[in-house]
């Protein structure tokens, strides 16, 4: 498996880091992609690349960064727009926030209390079974989540939620819902519940969010 995957797309290129391989692996498969473009004739007569580098679901860290940056520095021909994961970090949810004007919300919602928001909520708090949070807006939870969520309200299907939703007992997304079965929802702090075209409830990760809701992905910065 090739840990350095360079793919085109209509905005440009993207670099996928496989998340399954090691740092060094990275590194020497990234190097070898970049050695084999080197050569090519017509890519020394093109103009300069800009990469989008995706590392899937992997945070790397500041060296790790550093040290991919430095070697597609050795390349003059490429340069890195950004470097991004399927993975947003307490950090991007606060940034988000500061950008957006994200109401956050941190507390205990027990049993049979219900929560009544207006706007985009980043939710850092827990839903106990049978609690509920509501709001006209996103949600955004990075807390734990046994009970209900619903964005969108009342009739919003524009909205969506993102988070952990594996243990939640209910999603609502305006007046579309879902009952969470046991092993429905991947374990992934990245899910994001959406209403699709043929208006019902679906799921995917935050890697899809450009395809999911490109207004929203703009709003974000691209997350």
């Not at 209900?148 to 309200?153: K, S």
Request: no cysteine.
């Amino acid at each position: 498996m090739q840990a350095a995957v360079l793919r085109g797309t209509q905005n440009g290129y993207d670099l996928v880091l496989k998340q399954s391989a090691s740092l060094d692996q990275i590194l020497a498969d990234l190097k070898t992609l970049l050695e084999n473009l080197k050569v090519d004739p017509q890519a020394q007569e093109a103009t300069k690349v800009s990469l989008d580098v995706l590392t899937e679901d992997r945070i790397l860290t500041a060296d790790e960064k550093h040290q991919i940056e430095q070697l597609v520095g050795r390349y003059p021909r490429f340069e890195i727009h950004k470097i991004a994961a399927n993975v947003m970090t307490i950090a991007d949810a606060i940034q988000l926030r500061e950008r957006e004007n994200v109401h956050l919300l941190s507390k205990i919602i027990r049993n049979g209390q219900e929560v009544v928001m207006t706007g985009d909520v980043l939710f850092l708090g827990t839903i106990h079974e049978g609690g509920k949070l509501r709001t006209t807006g996103n949600i955004f939870s990075m807390g734990n989540v046994a009970g209900i969520l619903q964005a969108g309200f009342p009739d919003d299907e524009t909205k969506l939620i993102m988070g952990n939703l594996q243990t939640a007992q209910q999603i609502r997304i305006a007046e579309q819902f879902d009952i969470v079965e046991a092993d429905q929802i991947q374990p992934s702090a990245q899910t994001i519940a959406y209403v699709n075209d043929l208006h019902v409830l679906s799921y995917g990760n935050l890697g899809n969010l450009k395809k999911i809701n490109p207004k929203l992905y703009n709003q974000i910065g691209g997350i």
